[in-house]
């Protein structure tokens, strides 16, 4: 099984829908992060987090929110999906505490947004 | 701020070719540099890393040397396969751990 889980792997929706994609880690980090991969654009971060009372947003926060239930588990929200969010979602998380730490992904949940 | 500039793709090189890809820094302080990579359909995984000067992280035959006099992390292997077919990204991170900054990835195919 994969250390970090994305679900779901695929999803096809609606403008105006509200979305939620779900991250589970086994890896016993504490923080969490939430990006967004767009051709050409590689990767922006959205949310981060570094225990589950500490959210902090990214380069790219608007239109979306997160929320961090347990130390495992980080969900993204699009509270009403337009078509510019359609994109590749991964999560990541890194081990707390180190500076030369190195990020480990989900294997990405991609949206789009019709 | 930090960030990361990557050389621009499409790449495309021949089995057996060399492979050098770009990848220069603009971060205060000490950062830690990365290269991931991304093959199809899936997340992006660590290649290799440098945490500090003249450091040379290396894997799968891959290398990149950390060079601070030219704020550079250049990815080279000197016989690439067609399975080294992927994205890669440059990335750092400053001496904090807190954020990482990515590069802009480069698509590298490999042809027989």
């Known amino acids: 099984d994969a250390d970090v889980t994305q679900t779901p792997r695929n999803r096809i929706t609606k403008t105006g829908k509200r979305i939620m994609l779900e991250c589970s880690q086994t890896k016993g980090h504490d923080r969490m992060y939430w990006y967004r991969q767009d051709p050409g654009l590689g990767l922006r971060l959205i949310y981060y987090s570094f225990d589950v009372k500490d959210i902090n947003k990214g380069e790219i926060s608007d239109g979306y929110s997160v929320s961090r239930q347990a130390q495992a588990k980080f969900s993204l929200s699009l509270e009403s999906a337009i078509p510019n969010q359609t994109a590749l979602y991964f999560c990541a998380t890194s081990h707390p505490g180190l500076a030369h730490t190195e990020l480990f992904f989900g294997e990405g949940s991609r949206l789009t947004v019709l | 701020g930090d960030s990361v500039t990557q050389m621009e793709g499409p790449v495309t090189l021949s089995e057996e070719a060399f492979l050098t890809i770009n990848c220069t820094y603009t971060?205060?302080?000490?950062?830690?540099l990365f290269w991931y990579v991304q093959y199809p359909g899936e997340g992006l995984q660590l290649l290799l890393k440098a945490t500090k000067a003249d450091d040379k992280g290396s894997n799968k035959g891959f290398e990149a040397t950390y060079r601070k006099e030219t704020t550079s992390f250049h990815l080279e292997k000197g016989s690439v396969q067609v399975s080294d077919s992927a994205v890669y990204f440059c990335a750092l991170t400053a001496n904090t751990g807190n954020q990482f900054y990515f590069g802009t990835g480069t698509s590298l195919t490999v042809i027989p």
């Open positions: 971060a205060t302080g000490y950062p830690s």
